[in-house]
């Protein structure tokens, strides 16, 4: 298959699906209750929502400056690293998962990083936030455990789930043993080439990047900024409930379920999460007594707010690496680099 069309078809494949699935959600409901919705929305709340989300981005841009600077032989501008952040969502808006390359790539134009412990270090961010949210599962599970078992039951057969694993338990792990038995051998074989040089010297990078979460030196900070991080997820989900006279009378508890429903909509390899974080979104509040009309429209404003400050500053973001060049280190800093790379 041509190269430019396989990758048209990874671009527009699941756009289309998104775009499927937001139309089929959103087909019959009537326009004028969307706008009749919108004008009784609650703007300081909405506006608080929009704040307290840019705060929220800043934070994450600090909080990776922390790890992409551990060991490097000059210092790292947080705003650089907040634009390319921003740049890296804007991206992921057209390619899902690009985005996290893109902003990579951004701050590797400005700074001479090596690209495999940026990367690396946008893994374990990424780890992180997913334990994070592990963990705002256990807390929704212990706040609302009857409306999340019964989601559970409804979703997923338990009976089915263990005889599945009895059955294919035992192949999966033998398809993974020959997996790696099968890189062994290929590494034993072509060890020595060129191009497995340059995959190991990648890997090193990498690893050096994994490890920058335990050699940085402002930890209390970086723990700190990643549990505000979700706080502040749940602030602007629970300020535009607040906003909206329909979900106004849900409970923290209540939003912290829809936040991580939410969240898991978010994870769907299509662009933003657009039609899935509504459709889970929209699924949730039915349990809490919201219409499926009114929570379709919730989830519209929470996600557009959040589409619509990525697009204005994921826009700042492109023009602000523009006119950038890589930066080049002195002679002294090349020295020092070299010696803590060492």
Known sequence: MNKKLKRGIQLTLPLLMAVGIFYFLYKDVEKETILSALRETNLFWLGAS?????????????????????????????????????????????????????????????????????????????????????????LAFLLQGTVFL???????????????????????????GGLALALYLSYIKFKNHRLVGKIRQFLRQFVSGIETVYQMKNQWGFWIASLLIWLIYFLMMYWIALAMPATSSLSMGSVLMVLVMGSLGMVAPVQGGIGTFH???????????????????????????????????????????????????????TFISKKIIK
């Open 150 to 176: 019964e989601i559970f039951g409804m979703l997923v057969s338990v009976p089915a789930l263990s005889q599945f694993i009895q059955s294919y338990f035992a192949l999966g792990m033998v398809v993974l």
């Open 50 to 138: 929009l704040f307290v989300g840019i705060i929220g981005y800043a934070l994450r841009a600090w909080r990776w400056k922390l790890l992409i600077s551990t060991k490097e032989a000059f210092s790292v501008n947080t705003v650089t690293v907040f634009w390319a952040l921003m740049l890296g969502y804007l991206i992921n808006l057209l390619v899902p998962r690009a985005g996290e390359l893109a902003r990579c790539g951004a701050v590797n134009r400005v700074y001479p990083i090596p690209t495999g412990k940026l990367i690396g270090t946008v893994v374990m961010e990424r780890t992180i936030d997913l334990a994070l949210m592990l963990l705002m599962v256990t």
């Open 279 to 333: 459709a889970m979104v929209a699924f949730i509040l039915l349990f809490y007594g919201i219409s499926e009309e009114q929570g379709k429209i919730f989830a519209m404003v929470v996600h557009a707010s959040q589409m619509l400050t990525i697009l204005i500053l994921g826009g700042i973001g492109m023009l602000y690496f523009l006119p950038k060049k890589k930066a080049t280190l002195t002679l002294k800093e």
